[in-house]
């Protein structure tokens, strides 16, 4: 548990965690996969919300999804990706 609560890696007792972490703050290659994976991140919540916007104005304001999408301004390239996410719900 010590080691989850250290920022700096040479605090760490366990050395491979401390190797790893190391590579993840001090390497460029390490710190664009945790951008990535933040971004990513990010993206997937920002679709959920969407997501929900979406659901909510056809249920509530009895619109199509494709209306409720003209409404958020989503563009016709990414209209697919909330369509199957709605109907796997």
Do not use: W
Request: one cysteine or more; charged letters at 40%.
């Amino acid at each position: 548990m010590h080691d989850f609560s250290c920022s700096d890696p040479d605090d760490m007792i366990n050395k491979e965690l401390g190797d790893r972490t190391r590579y993840f703050k001090e390497t460029e290659e390490g710190v664009e996969a945790v951008c990535k994976v933040m971004e990513d991140m990010r993206t997937e919540k920002a679709r959920e919300t969407r997501i929900d916007d979406i659901q909510k104005m056809m249920i509530k304001l009895k619109m199509t999804v494709d209306q409720a999408m003209d409404v958020l301004d989503i563009p016709a390239s990414e209209r697919s990706i909330y369509i199957d996410k709605i109907c796997a719900k």
